[in-house]
């Protein structure tokens, strides 16, 4: 798809308008839906209130226990030997008539 074939969406300013209204009508509906949820959530008018008679709750507790596991070492069953890098031959002597040819 070339450069050209994309639309360019400044140019087409009704579509963003049209977006736009839509977008200000949800937020709209919204807002109602919550108002109209919040007048409806009231309070009941009477609240029974226990008596005083009524039995403490009574709560107990329990000894935790935490286990703790030590961590394991790491074996391998290969022998892997450090091994030195290659040793560089010495460079060649310079004759005395100049480089080696």
Same mark, same amino acid.
Not at 18 to 21: E, I, R
């Given at each position: 798809?070339?450069?050209?074939? @994309?639309?360019?969406?400044a140019?087409?300013?009704?579509?963003?308008v049209?977006?736009? +209204?839509a977008v200000?009508?949800?937020?709209?509906?919204?807002?109602?839906?919550?108002?109209?949820?919040?007048?409806?959530?009231k309070?009941?008018e009477t609240?029974? /209130?226990?008596?005083?008679?009524?039995?403490?709750?009574?709560?107990?507790?329990s000894?935790? $226990? $935490? $286990?703790?596991y030590?961590?394991?070492?790491?074996e391998?069953? @290969?022998?892997n030997p /450090? +091994?030195?890098? %290659? +040793?560089?031959?010495? %460079?060649a002597?310079?004759?005395?008539?100049?480089?080696?040819?």
């Open positions: 798809m070339a450069d050209d074939d @994309e639309p360019i969406w140019d087409q300013q009704s579509l963003m049209g977006a736009g +209204v200000l009508i949800l937020v709209a509906v919204l807002v109602y839906a919550v108002i109209r949820t919040s007048d409806s959530s309070v009941p609240v029974s /209130v226990p008596s005083s008679s009524a039995t403490p709750s009574t709560y107990t507790t000894s935790t $226990t $935490t $286990t703790s030590s961590m394991p070492s790491v391998t069953s @290969e022998s /450090v +091994v030195p890098p %290659p +040793v560089a031959p010495p %460079p002597p310079l004759t005395p008539g100049g480089p080696p040819r």
